[in-house]
Nanobody
């Protein structure tokens, strides 16, 4: 059974950092394009960062460029989202998703249940 499990969320002060993890079971992550998405209270889902399966090319939303970094550890079958210089507007539930497509998109096949990130003083 294919499964994605996010972890690493929590409460952090503005300007702080968190690293989210997305662990896969039942399949090998490096054959999949992996995306991080988020949904803030009362808002729609937003794409945050993505790493393409074929060549590891990464993409990030303008709102997080220079602050968030996506990476993949194939040995651990895990994808990470390093989040620095966090702002209150980064508060959201963060989801990872996987798809066999060789490009980033919002309609990915497999989704985790999410991890809550709260940025507040």
């Amino acid at each position: 059974q294919l499964q994605l499990v996010e972890s690493g969320g929590g409460l952090v002060q503005p300007g702080g950092s968190l690293r989210l993890s997305c662990a896969a079971s039942g399949f090998t992550l490096d054959y999949y394009t992996i995306g991080w998405f988020r949904q803030a209270p009362g808002k729609g889902r937003e794409g945050v960062s993505c790493i393409v399966s074929s060549d590891g090319t990464t993409y990030s939303a303008d709102s997080v460029k220079g602050r968030f970094t996506i990476s993949r550890d194939n040995a651990k079958n895990t994808v990470y989202l390093q989040m620095n210089s966090l702002k209150s507007e980064d508060t959201a539930v963060y989801y990872c998703a996987a798809d066999r497509a060789n490009y980033c998109h919002s309609g990915m096949d497999y989704w985790g249940k999410g991890t809550l990130v709260t940025v507040s003083s």
